[in-house]
């Protein structure tokens, strides 16, 4: 930022931070050996919508996305609004879906839409509930989500698997930012016990 900027009260939007996103794949091994929770192979990346000029160049891209990636990606808009750029891979590849996320992030972070990426969520699954562990770009830290029926949350869940994965992952600091993402994909419903997630 310049002193102008400074002086005029001006602000950059604050750029992403996807690289924290590979240290999920070797915390997710000790994540599911002290939670009993697994991968479900769902990954989303979620997006703020823009106006204007700015939504046409945004649904552009996120088009061009899903049509380079030869269908790997599927497009989700949610009831408030925002864009869901969604990754299915089996569950037992985890690294190839942070790989495919990241993709995703960069293309649009390259496109100039980087302040636009709000999060990425994994989902996980003990075979009756869902969990996610959510990634904020622009903070580069990680806090875990366990929505409940009835837009509730496990509260007490949550902070038992911050303090597992702290050794693991950045974790948010600031609980205030642990935001619910009620019917993200992947956690609007667990799967059936052993399903697994195809690739498409």
């Known amino acids: 930022m310049g002193l102008l900027d400074v002086l005029l009260g001006r602000s950059r939007p604050r750029q992403p931070n996807l690289d924290r996103l590979f240290a999920l794949p070797s915390a997710a091994i000790?994540?599911?050996?002290?939670?009993?929770?697994?991968?479900?192979?769902?990954?989303?990346?979620?997006?703020?919508?823009?106006?204007?000029?700015?939504?046409?160049?945004?649904?552009?891209?996120?088009?061009?996305?899903?049509?380079?990636?030869?269908?790997?990606y599927e497009k989700l808009t949610d009831r408030f609004g925002f864009r869901w750029l969604v990754r299915r891979t089996s569950a037992d590849d985890m690294p190839g879906l942070v790989t495919?996320?990241?993709?995703?992030?960069?293309?649009?972070r390259d496109a100039g839409f980087g302040p636009a990426l709000l999060c990425a969520v994994v989902a996980f699954s003990d075979g009756s509930r869902p969990f996610g562990l959510v990634y904020l770009f622009t903070r580069g830290t990680w806090y875990p989500f366990a929505p409940l029926?009835?837009?509730?949350?496990?509260n007490p869940l949550e902070l038992q698997m911050k303090a597992t994965?702290?050794?693991?992952?950045?974790?948010?600091?600031d609980l205030s930012r642990w935001f619910p993402l009620w019917g993200a994909p992947g956690l609007d419903e667990p799967?059936?016990?052993?399903?697994?997630t195809a690739p498409r």
């Open 165 to 173: 994965l702290e050794g693991d992952l950045p974790i948010e600091p």
């Open 30 to 72: 000790t994540f599911q050996t002290s939670s009993g929770f697994h991968p479900t192979g769902v990954g989303s990346v979620c997006v703020r919508p823009a106006e204007g000029a700015a939504f046409t160049g945004l649904e552009r891209e996120i088009d061009q996305i899903l049509v380079l990636d030869g269908g790997r």
């Open 100 to 108: 495919d996320l990241h993709a995703a992030n960069s293309t649009l």
């Open 191 to 196: 799967p059936a016990p052993g399903e697994t």
């Open 149 to 154: 029926a009835g837009e509730r949350r496990d």
